[in-house]
């Protein structure tokens, strides 16, 4: 499904006036599980409050030690700057499939917990390997975002 809304968004499609509404609504579907608030890796570890919303009001708990796993990797700066949850999304810059994670603070931390180096300042690209050992890390202060 992910390969026909990447592959029409590139390349179109012979239904020129059709594909727009379909991506969007799919994307849309796709996407619904996003955070409606997010908060700073501080206040989850402070509070004791280690929940946040989602748009179709559900709510989701990051795990304690997730969020000390996060504590220890992170600088009081990061601490301060990294908000939950974090946002993986596709990169269809890539040729190959592949993921990123934008933000400096984001970025910056996600390389630090998978070892890869930052393909830029703000953006560290994710193969399918690296998205499975972040998600065993910290699968619950993740949220996957599907994007054109």
């Known amino acids: 499904m992910l390969c026909l809304i ?84 596709t990169d269809i810059s890539s040729d190959t499939g592949a993921w990123k994670v934008e933000g400096r603070t984001e970025a910056a931390v996600v390389s630090k917990v998978i070892g890869r180096k930052m393909y830029r300042d703000d953006m560290v690209r994710l193969y399918y390997p690296d998205l499975k050992e972040l998600k065993s890390r910290i699968g619950d202060a993740l949220m996957m975002v599907f994007t054109p």
């Open 6 to 89: 990447v592959y029409t968004i590139r390349y179109g499609s012979r239904y020129r006036g059709m594909e727009k509404t379909v991506v969007e609504n799919m994307l849309a579907d796709l996407n619904r599980n996003l955070a409606s608030g997010k908060r700073t890796l501080e206040e989850f570890h402070d509070s004791g409050d280690r929940t946040f919303k989602v748009r179709d009001g559900t709510s989701v708990e990051i795990p304690m030690d997730q969020i000390e796993f996060l504590w220890n990797v992170c600088d009081d700066s990061e601490r301060i700057r990294l908000r939950l949850p974090i946002y993986v999304s």
